[in-house]
């Protein structure tokens, strides 16, 4: 049989048709249309039971309910708790961001230690053992008090425990990292005689004045500020922002005054003058329940007339004339001072002078005013008992030279430990912890951080995150993250009523880490003795339930323990200073240097132009970074590619010879940056602005390396008060690249 | 069976309480599956669904102003139903409906054609360039309520659609066939910390956008709040996100003006 | 390398061919049957493709898998209360809690139930194991795909038999087979190749959805296809 063509065609044909009357064809393209359509590589999520857990966000100070959703066993979502006294279903961008920070790739998975510059898994026994040892071997040589802890806060069982191990083994170096706590503190101290820490009232208030305070930029609990905010916008409360730059804040204000950086405190008395001078003040709470106030007013009645003033300030002397009438004509005035979100602690006489002014108006421990709050007493531990070795090194002088001498108000002073590591021969810290704090990364002037850091023996973190510190450490010890941990959390910052969270497990760990409360109590037991019976309890959570006592199971069922019916002191009882009044001044506050604008570091000659630091909701500056989600909002106007754009005012920009968009170079007297320029009419000729929370080089691919650090370029200023950083801003150049 | 009541969901935006944080925007990509890539500043290719946008008033010191504007797919309505969007695809991909007001995309159907972006007048519409990618690990986070898309496909903000899903679902099993207006809510809605966004059916007298924008017939169906505007209005893409804001000079920038023309 | 007019002269001489051949072949092929081979083949060629699509291609294009435990509905049927629903619930959310975790399973099954092997297998491999077993699930739509169980069961009153025909009565579970393409169970396009059903369960394709909806819920919500809107199915 031979196939001709025409019999190959039939079959062709006869294939065709049988082809076409068969499934084949249609059911193919059908199947690879559905194929296009489910990439093996495109991840499809699995479905399971949805379930919400109430827990509280430690990410920030800010202390906000948050309701987590899970699937199963996964957590896919993070969402504002409603009903809860902070936040009520509000949330910020950095805690929506939170499963980022569980599941991503910025985690610490397990114990580390450094063996010749890189870092090797290590278990966590032998981490502990060989921690301990070195901390016997410090103690057996007389130098326990040689032994320092960074943390990110002084209250709370984890912060206690730290203390108290370091006291039990015989170092008074307990440091907490600076912010506008320190100086709020101490003004409390000094002028209520309160040992806590300033609640404000502002849902309550009707005329907020901010002296540079970031009221909708992350200033006190930031989303309990939005909250306020709107609640002002619906209810005709005034909002008057005091600041160089055209801020979040200060566009949302109802009146944006630009101001000299530097010369809040100045303003401050110069209303103060108007206000005593026109007798606008509150006559029955000063002249019942304060004194020091003649001596106090000779002192603003002399020095700080309108037209002084208005010379410091480069505010029109109309404008504080109206301004200081406005104030303290409205019904609850509040002012409020600490720039930004807060992270420089500033000049305590700046911070005193602002205080003052809520009490020439009366209003402190009122409605809508300023409250003065007792330190949390939650945490009643047994006594210790210290053997000598701890009593010896107790009884040595604090390494940053808090409390004593020259700085004798002062409870830390991280801002002088770099430079007292680097001018000494031998470091004075032998062993450092460091936990709930990136300090390598927050502190001014981070190269000298790192440098004195590196000069320290031992150093161990406890972040769960590969952060800047953590990356120079000598141990890495990882925490759980929040979505992992029981942790109580302490009192809010700012927030006017008494209040406890829970932040508790949403999750397993999802890696090898363990609680830091478990590693100090481990340490403990460690080295025996006295240090070991100091901690009584198996488990962190063992000691916390004991701690938290008979408020465990309402923080476990609702996730806070709140004091609703808690109202200030009057002001009969508010006050316990020597004279039981409010102390407008006394001779400690009068010994004091006296308020004087804190100058930027630098000559103007060389440096013509002034940097300064802004905040953003979108730029976690603290010593979390930015998650991916975070990170992916900022603006081009911002960041672009890997470059931080400088914001300049148009005017100054074309002084320079410089467009939008060009590269130019900053320096400072503490670094230099290549920068691009962004010309911004917002901010006054002759100041730049750069954000805070960029210039990473640790954490993930999403976030390091993009734009530069702030706290590189500058250094930390000295208050002469207090010897607080008082640092918000530096002397600039910026020139064409 | 008995048709429900068609519903018109909405949202107004009060920008004068718009703090420009950003919540909105990661919300809206926690709840949605958004992906993320190393470089974002390019926002043209940056996917957000909930972009916030930064005006300026362009005067210079001290008379500077700065005001944020959220912007959502707009879920025009334009005539009839037919919006921009939904008129221009070849693919049915997109689709208005009639019953909830929303304008759907469906991913699995798009072809990557991009009329749909070209047609959209808020650039809403954002197209995968690349296949979406989660490092080891963090694919843990993704919600099973919201597909995740591939590369080559169009996607936009959907008012968070699979909440009115889940949502029916729970009146479902409690025989109801009505939501309360706080049961179904935007991600972007429930998470903002000034209470800037409020969403529900603009046709239920009962809901708070209802009365926020309740229009003047007398003026050609304008709201009556004076505070109240929408962006391009003069398009005729009748969108159901309203702005709220006190202040004249955002007001102005509702949509272009010839420089002769008064608004 | 042909240039343009080699080829323009081999098509001339094609053509010149055919012309002279014609007519003379015509007449002889169809004397000498060889029209017959023709239509032979055609016949092979059709026939060899049918057979290709209908009988070889579904073999190629799905695979047959197992299920890990050969699982009997009916048994289960006789001992429950409530039908379908004692172990494919409900959640108070009205989400549909699909095939039962291992935590259902162990209310019964701690220990041993009776004595098959299957049984055995199953305490020994997962119960005591605590691990979830993996079962393929015949009616997985695709992740774009949003159905609402309460919906259809509890509104609408739909039996549970309309889409999953009478899984509930079976003693076994049959081979699941994956499309090797799709990856999607061969249930949703069905057993018959041609698409063709003869009950309502037997295809789930987007096709049945809108067909039901159209005759059952008459809605017209949609501008662009006048039917039930894409968004009610779809997420």
């Not at chain 1, 057996?140 to 960074?150: H, L, N, P, T």
């Not at chain 1, 316990?576 to 570091?601: C, G, M, Q, W, Y």
């Not at chain 2, 109240?228 to 005729?236: C, N, P």
């Not at chain 3, 899984?167 to 396009?189: F, H």
């Amino acid at each position: 049989m031979k196939i001709d063509r025409r019999s190959f065609l039939s079959f062709v044909i006869g294939g065709a048709a049988g082809t076409a009357l068969s499934p084949l064809p249609w059911k193919l393209t059908d199947d690879l249309s559905i194929w296009t359509q489910t990439w093996p590589w495109v991840p499809v999520p699995t479905d399971g039971e949805v379930s919400y857990v109430n827990s509280v966000c430690t990410l920030c100070p800010g202390g906000c309910g948050i309701t987590v959703r899970k699937i199963d066993n996964r957590v896919v979502k993070i969402e504002g708790m409603k009903g809860h006294p902070v936040n009520d279903g509000g949330i910020c961008i950095l805690g929506l961001s939170g499963a980022q920070l569980l599941y991503g790739q910025m985690r610490v998975r397990e114990p580390l230690k450094k063996v010749n510059g890189r870092f090797k898994k290590i278990s966590w026994d032998e981490a502990i053992s060989e921690i301990s040892k070195k901390l016997v071997e410090l103690r057996s040589k007389g130098e326990s008090y040689k032994v320092a802890c960074i943390a990110g806060s002084d209250r709370g069982t984890v912060p206690e425990l730290f203390n108290r191990f370091l006291t039990v083994y015989g170092s008074p170096n307990f440091i907490r990292t600076p912010s506008i706590q320190d100086s709020y503190e101490l003004t409390l101290h000094l002028m209520h005689g309160v040992q806590g820490m300033p609640g404000f009232d502002v849902e309550n208030s009707d005329f907020i004045l901010s002296f540079s305070s970031g009221v909708i930029d992350g200033w006190g609990s930031p989303v309990r500020m939005f909250k306020a905010n709107s609640n002002w916008r619906d209810n005709g409360g005034k909002v008057i922002q005091v600041e160089p730059r055209l801020s979040n804040t200060a566009a949302k204000s109802d009146k944006w005054i630009a101001i000299n950086p530097g010369t809040e405190g100045a303003l401050a008395l110069g209303l103060a003058h108007i206000i005593i001078k026109e007798s606008l003040y509150n006559s029955s709470f000063v002249n019942n329940y304060s004194t020091g106030f003649n001596r106090w007013k000779r002192h603003v009645m002399d020095g700080y007339s309108p037209e002084i003033v208005a010379k410091i300030t480069g505010i029109d002397k109309s404008v504080i004339v109206s301004l200081a009438r406005d104030f303290a004509r409205a019904s609850k005035p509040l002012a409020i001072c600490g720039r930004g979100q807060g992270w420089t602690p500033g000049s305590l006489k700046e911070f005193m002078a602002v205080n003052a002014l809520n009490a020439l108006v009366g209003n402190i421990n009122k409605e809508g005013g300023i409250w003065g709050l007792a330190e949390p007493d939650y945490i009643n531990w047994p006594e210790l008992e210290m053997d000598s070795a701890a009593s010896r090194g107790m009884q040595e002088g604090r390494i940053d030279g808090a409390g004593s001498g020259e700085y004798p108000h002062a409870k830390y002073l991280l801002n002088r430990l770099p430079e007292i590591i680097n001018s000494a021969e031998v470091s004075p810290v032998q062993a450092l912890f460091v936990t709930g704090s990136n300090p390598c990364y927050t502190l001014p002037d981070t190269a000298s951080v790192k440098k004195a850091f590196e000069r320290i023996p031992l150093v161990v973190s406890f972040s769960p995150y590969i952060d800047e510190t953590a990356e120079i450490a000598d141990f890495i010890l990882p925490n759980h993250v929040f979505l992992e941990r029981y942790e109580d959390v302490p009192p809010v910052a700012g927030f006017q009523k008494p209040i406890i969270g829970l932040s508790k497990p949403v999750v397993d760990p999802q890696f090898n880490t363990k609680h830091v409360g478990d590693v100090i109590i481990q340490l403990a037991k460690s080295m025996g003795d006295f240090i070991a019976n100091a901690f009584p309890w198996e488990t962190y959570e063992d000691c916390l339930q004991t701690t938290l006592g008979d408020k465990w199971d309402t923080l476990v069922q609702e996730g806070y323990w709140t004091d609703s019916n808690f109202a200030p002191p009057a002001w009969a009882q508010g006050f316990e200073t020597a004279s039981t009044k409010f102390e407008f001044t006394n001779d400690e506050i009068n010994s004091l240097s006296r308020f004087s604008p804190v100058k930027p570091e630098g000559d103007e000659a060389s440096y013509p132009l002034v940097l300064i630091p802004y905040d953003s909701m979108r730029l976690a500056s603290g010593f979390i970074g930015d998650p991916p989600f975070a990170i992916k909002t900022v603006e081009d106007t911002v960041l672009k590619g890997k470059d931080v754009l400088i914001e300049i005012n148009p005017a100054t920009a074309k002084k320079l010879g410089l467009a939008e968009g060009r590269y130019a170079n900053l320096t400072t007297p503490k670094g230099s940056a290549k920068v691009k320029v962004h010309l911004f009419d917002g901010i006054m000729p002759g100041i730049i602005a750069m954000p805070r929370g960029l210039g990473h080089t640790a954490y993930d691919k999403f976030l390091a390396g993009k734009g530069i650090n702030f706290n590189e370029l500058i250094g930390p200023v000295e208050d002469t008060a207090s010897g607080h950083d008082t640092a918000w801003g530096i002397s600039a150049k910026l020139a064409k690249a | 069976m008995k048709q429900e009541k068609a519903k018109k969901y909405g949202m107004v935006i009060d920008l004068d309480k718009c703090t420009g944080c950003g919540s909105c925007m990661v919300a809206c990509m926690a709840e949605n599956n958004v992906p993320f890539r190393e470089d974002e500043s390019d926002k043209l290719l940056s996917i957000a669904w909930m972009r916030v946008y930064k005006l300026t008033n362009g005067k210079p010191f001290p008379d500077t102003d700065i005001c944020y504007l959220p912007r959502p797919c707009m879920h025009c309505e334009g005539h009839h139903g037919h919006s921009p969007c939904v008129s221009v695809c070849p693919a049915t991909a997109t689709d208005y409906s009639e019953e909830t007001g929303i304008v759907s995309q469906i991913y699995t159907r798009c072809f990557g054609c991009r009329y749909c972006m070209a047609a959209c007048p808020y650039h809403v519409r954002l197209f995968n360039w690349w296949d979406p990618v989660w490092p080891d690990g963090m694919e843990k986070s993704l919600s099973p309520n919201v597909s995740v898309r591939m590369r080559g496909v169009v996607e936009k903000c959907s008012f968070c659609f699979h909440r009115y899903q889940l949502t029916m679902d729970k009146a479902h099993m409690e025989g109801r066939r009505e939501l309360e207006e706080d049961e179904y809510q935007t991600a972007c809605t429930q998470a903002c910390p000034a209470g800037a966004i409020t969403f529900g059916d603009l046709n239920n007298p009962k809901h708070t956008v209802y009365r926020m924008v309740k229009p003047d017939h007398k003026q050609g169906g304008k709201p009556k709040n004076p505070k109240a505007f929408r962006l391009l209005e003069r398009l005729g893409t009748n969108p159901k996100v309203y702005y709220l804001t006190s202040r004249e000079w955002v007001r102005s920038m509702d949509d272009n003006y010839l420089k002769n023309e008064s608004k | 390398m042909s240039t343009l007019d080699d080829q323009a002269k081999e098509v001339s001489e094609d053509v010149a061919d055919r012309v002279v051949e014609t007519p003379t072949q015509k007449e002889g092929n169809q004397v000498d049957g060889s029209g017959g081979f023709i239509i032979l083949f055609f016949f092979i060629g059709l026939i060899a493709s049918l057979i290709l699509g209908w009988i070889i291609y579904p073999k190629l294009l799905y695979s047959q898998k197992k299920q890990p435990i050969d699982f009997n509905h009916a048994i289960h049927m006789d001992l429950v209360d409530d039908g379908c629903e004692s172990c494919h619930f409900f959640r108070e959310d009205g989400s549909y809690s699909g095939v039962p975790k291992l935590a259902q399973c162990i209310d019964c099954h701690e220990e041993v139930q009776g004595e098959t092997e299957n049984e055995a297998v199953f305490v020994q491999e997962y119960v005591q194991k605590q691990k979830e077993v993996p079962w393929l699930v015949y009616s997985r739509q695709p992740d774009c795909v949003f159905f609402s169980h309460v919906v259809h069961v509890k509104t609408a009153q739909i039996d549970c038999t309309q889409c999953h025909g009478h899984i509930g009565e079976s003693t076994n579970l049959k081979i699941y087979e994956e499309n090797r393409i799709t990856g999607y169970s061969r249930d949703i396009w069905g057993k018959n190749m041609s698409g063709y059903k003869k009950n309502s369960w037997d295809r789930m394709k987007m096709d049945d959805c809108a067909e039901c909806h159209a005759k059952e819920k008459g809605m017209e919500s949609s501008v662009q296809t006048k039917k039930d809107a894409c968004f009610v199915c779809h997420k």
